[in-house]
């Protein structure tokens, strides 16, 4: 896992965390069943306070993609929960709006984009 902060960000830091360790998880960079580093241990291989880290894993848990076993630490969940399954159909949707756009400004009919569509499908 490879987390990159910036101070120049508008967004602070914990949030940079939690965003780069959702989107690893997305995309299967994070297997479910992995165990995160520690709280403690995030925090000083990021340079940053154990606040920051806290804070970020909270809300990765309040979110659906972790959840805290005693004595294990952080797990990854797999991505058949509800909530996970939300945020792949939100990006789905994203990625239909933006082929959609692209589609129209080619005045390309919807028969054809649904080929487009099936072929990538099958491939």
């Not at 994203?94 to 129209?104: L, P």
């Not at 487009?116 to 499908?121: G, R």
Request: charged share 25%; net charge negative; proline share 6%.
């Amino acid at each position: 896992m490879k987390i990159i902060l910036s101070n120049h960000s508008e967004k602070p830091i914990y949030l940079q965390i939690k965003e780069q360790l959702e989107e690893q998880i997305l995309n299967g960079e994070i297997p479910e069943d992995t165990v995160l580093p520690s709280i403690r241990k995030m925090a000083a291989e990021l340079s940053v306070s154990v606040i920051t880290t806290t804070r970020a894993y909270k809300e990765l848990e309040e979110d659906g993609f972790i959840t805290t076993v005693p004595g294990k630490g952080c797990i990854v969940l797999p991505p058949d929960n509800q909530i996970l399954r939300e945020r792949y159909l939100q990006r789905m949707e994203e990625g239909f709006m933006q082929a959609a756009g692209a589609a129209k400004k080619l005045q390309m009919p919807l028969a054809e984009a649904q080929e487009i569509f099936k072929t990538i499908w099958e491939v």
